[in-house]
C-alpha cells in the first residue's frame, strides 16, 4: 500500500499578524538606536598609517613590527618569571624546612623600584604596612585631622590612635564631622555641642565632584550646581588652621586619619580643590602616605585607614572593616547592621512589609528590588550585599543619638582638653560651624533610621597585634599577583611611551609599541 505524502505547514500568516510583527522590528531597532545615542557610542577613528610620500616608509614599518614582537615577549617572559615566583613561596609554605636557593632576582628593565615594593608587599602583610604608614603621618604631622563620619562620630574615633596623638608630644587633634549632609540637622547640632567639649570639632561636608589634575571640564554657564559639588565647612578649616599656623610661626602639616570610608581624601580633595587624592566607593582606596601641599605655609598628609580589631563586635566589623563582606558571610554581617536600626524606620526607608528576622526581610528585599536567580528564587546574597554597601556608602541616611550625659574618654583629662583647646580661635570656629549648619540641607528626622552606637571603636596600631591572614585570603591573593603585576607593568610601558613621542612621522600604533631598549634610564614606573 502507497504510504500518504504529508504535506508541509504553510508558512503564510495574515498581512495584520505580518505587519505587526515589522511594527515591532522597527520599534526594536529604534530603541536600540535611541539608546546608543544617549552612551554616546561613536566608531572607532582608523588609523591613517604612514602616508606615501613619507621618507623610509618600508624601514618606519619593519620597525614597529620589531617593536611588536619584542614587547609581546617581554610580557611573555615577565608572566613566567611571576609564575615561577608564586610556585616557589607556595612550596616554601607547604615545607619551610626548604632553604631558598640563592639565585639573583630577575632584573627587569621596566619598573624596578616597584618591583622591590611588590616583592615587600609579598613578604610583609599590607596591614602591617598600614600601620607603619600610619605612624610616620603621626609622627611627621602638627596638627592631626580625625575625620569622622556624621551618622555615626563615637563609633568612628579609635581610642588607641588618639593616646598615640597625646602620647606622641605638642600634638593637636582636630574633628572633623564629615557627611553631614546625611543626618538631620537636630542631631548634627546635638552631636557638635558634645563633641566640642572635648576637642575642636568642624562640621563639614566633602565635594565628591572635582576635576582631575590636568583635565577640564566644560560647564555650562547657566547650569545650576549640583549637590555634589558644593563644598561645606572648607572655609571654617582653613581659617583655623591658618590661625594656628600663624600662631606656630612656621610652616605645619596636617595629618588626616579615618576609618575607612570616612571621607580623608575627599577632604583633601575639597581643600586642595582638586582631584590629587584617589576617591571611590570602595572601602581601603588609600594605601600608602601622600603628601600635598596645599601652599607655602600649609601641607597636608593623607594616610592609609586604621586598622579595626577583630575582638570589636560583629557590626563594627561590618561597618569599619574593608574586607568583612569578604571574610564574613554577607549575610551575617547584613543581618548584625540590621539588629542595631529601627526596624519600623527600615521598612518606611526600604518600602517593605513587615519582617520577623533579617532573613525574612532579605528576602522582600531581593524581591522589591528584582535580585532573583533563575526560576525566580529571590537572591538573599545579594540582597545583603546591597544593605551593606548602601549603609556603608554615602547615600543612606541614618543618625546615631548622643550620650544623654558627657563623660570624658579615659586617655583624655582637663589639661589634655586644655593643650588641644590652646592656639585655636574658637569662638570664630563657633560662628562658623553654625553658618555651616544653616547652610547644609540634610534629611528631616522623620525620613531617617535611627541607628544604635556601640561606643568608640577599638584598632591597632602596633604590628604585632595584627592576626595572621586566613588561608583562603592568602590563596586569593597569589591566585591575583600575576594578573595585577601584568596590568601594573602594561601601565608602567604605557606611561614610558608617552614620554617618548618624538616629532618624526610615526602612526599611533608604533607609537603604543614603544621597545624596552628605547626606554630613558631614571625614568622608571
Avoid at 95 to 115: I, L, M, R, T, Y
Avoid at 485 to 509: H, M, N, P, W, Y
Wanted: hydrophobic letters at 35%; charged letters at 30%; aromatic letters at 6%.
Amino acid at each position: 500500500m502507497k504510504r500518504p505524502k504529508l504535506k508541509k505547514s504553510s508558512k503564510r500568516m495574515t498581512c495584520h499578524k505580518r505587519y505587526k510583527i515589522q511594527k515591532k522590528v522597527r520599534e526594536h531597532y529604534r530603541k536600540l538606536r535611541k539608546e546608543a545615542k544617549k552612551r554616546g557610542h561613536k566608531k572607532p577613528r582608523k588609523d591613517p598609517g604612514i602616508p606615501n610620500s613619507a621618507p623610509f616608509k618600508e624601514a618606519l614599518l619593519r620597525e614597529a613590527e620589531l617593536r611588536k614582537q619584542r614587547l609581546e615577549e617581554l610580557k611573555q617572559q615577565q608572566k613566567l618569571d611571576r609564575q615561577k615566583e608564586v610556585e616557589k613561596k607556595r612550596k616554601l609554605e607547604a615545607d619551610p624546612n626548604v632553604k631558598p636557593s640563592n639565585e639573583g632576582p630577575v632584573k627587569e628593565e621596566f619598573g624596578q623600584h616597584k618591583a622591590k615594593n611588590k616583592a615587600k608587599l609579598g613578604k610583609q602583610n599590607p596591614k602591617k604596612l598600614y600601620c607603619q604608614e600610619l605612624k610616620k603621618v603621626i609622627e611627621i604631622s602638627d596638627v592631626v585631622l580625625e575625620v569622622l563620619d556624621a551618622r555615626d562620630p563615637l563609633g568612628c574615633r579609635c581610642p588607641q590612635v588618639e593616646e598615640a596623638i597625646i602620647q606622641g608630644g605638642q600634638k593637636k587633634l582636630i574633628l572633623v564631622l564629615n557627611k553631614s549632609d546625611l543626618v538631620p540637622r537636630e542631631n548634627l547640632e546635638s552631636w557638635l555641642n558634645y563633641l566640642e567639649k572635648e576637642l575642636p570639632t568642624v562640621v563639614f561636608r566633602a565635594s565628591t565632584n572635582l576635576k582631575d589634575r590636568g583635565k577640564m571640564i566644560k560647564v555650562k554657564k547657566k547650569a545650576a550646581p549640583f549637590k555634589s559639588e558644593v563644598c561645606f565647612g572648607k572655609e571654617s578649616l582653613w581659617k583655623l588652621l591658618r590661625g594656628f599656623q600663624e600662631i606656630y610661626g612656621k610652616a605645619i602639616r596636617v595629618g588626616v586619619i579615618g576609618f575607612p570610608n570616612v571621607g580623608k581624601s575627599s577632604i583633601i580633595n575639597s581643600l586642595k580643590q582638586e582631584r590629587t587624592c584617589n576617591v571611590g566607593v570602595s572601602m581601603g582606596l588609600t594605601r600608602n602616605m601622600q603628601i600635598v601641599p596645599l601652599d607655602k605655609q600649609l601641607t597636608v598628609i593623607d594616610s592609609p585607614s586604621l586598622i579595626v580589631s577583630p575582638l570589636n563586635s560583629a557590626t563594627v566589623l561590618a561597618l569599619r572593616s574593608p574586607a568583612s563582606i569578604e571574610v564574613i558571610n554577607p549575610v551575617e554581617a547584613a543581618s548584625a547592621i540590621l539588629s542595631q536600626a529601627d526596624a519600623r524606620q527600615v521598612v518606611l526607608k526600604f518600602t517593605v512589609p513587615d519582617y520577623k528576622n533579617s532573613l525574612e526581610f532579605f528576602t522582600l528585599l531581593a524581591q522589591r528590588r528584582g535580585l532573583h536567580y533563575k526560576g525566580g528564587i529571590p537572591n538573599v546574597e545579594g540582597a545583603a550585599k546591597l544593605l551593606w554597601s548602601e549603609w556603608t556608602g554615602a547615600t543612606l541616611g541614618f543618625y546615631c543619638q548622643p550620650p544623654t550625659s558627657w563623660t570624658p574618654s579615659p586617655h583624655f583629662n582637663q589639661s589634655i582638653v586644655a593643650n588641644m583647646k590652646s592656639g585655636f580661635n574658637l569662638e570664630e570656629l563657633e560662628k562658623n560651624n553654625a553658618h555651616s549648619i544653616q547652610a547644609i540641607r540634610g534629611p528631616r528626622l522623620a525620613n531617617s533610621i535611627l541607628f544604635k552606637s556601640l561606643g568608640l571603636t577599638n584598632g591597632i596600631i602596633e604590628e604585632n597585634d595584627i592576626p595572621e591572614e586566613l588561608p583562603k585570603q592568602k590563596e586569593r591573593k597569589e591566585e591575583q599577583e600575576v594578573d595585577e603585576d601584568i596590568e601594573s607593568d602594561q601601565e608602567c610601558v604605557d606611561g614610558e611611551e608617552a614620554k617618548k613621542k618624538d616629532t618624526g612621522i610615526f602612526t599611533s600604533e608604533e607609537i603604543r609599541e614603544v621597545p624596552p631598549e628605547e626606554s630613558r634610564p631614571g625614568s622608571h614606573c
